[in-house]
């Protein structure tokens, strides 16, 4: 079953570059396939869902 889909949007809070990317809601967590920004952070973002 496929989860519920949706628009995220991504910040990177080290160099400040936004990603908009579109995602499968899953039970807790959103899938989007989005793996690091271009400087290399890996995990510290600001996350939105639409
Ligand atoms: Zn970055």
Excluded: A
Aim: hydrophobic share 30%; proline share 0%.
């Amino acid at each position: 079953m496929n989860g519920l889909r949706v628009k995220v949007r991504i910040r990177c809070k080290h160099c400040g570059e936004k990603f908009v990317l579109r995602g499968r809601k899953e039970k807790e967590r959103v899938e989007t396939g989005f793996k690091q920004c271009l400087c290399n952070n890996k995990s510290d973002f600001d996350i939105e869902m639409e």
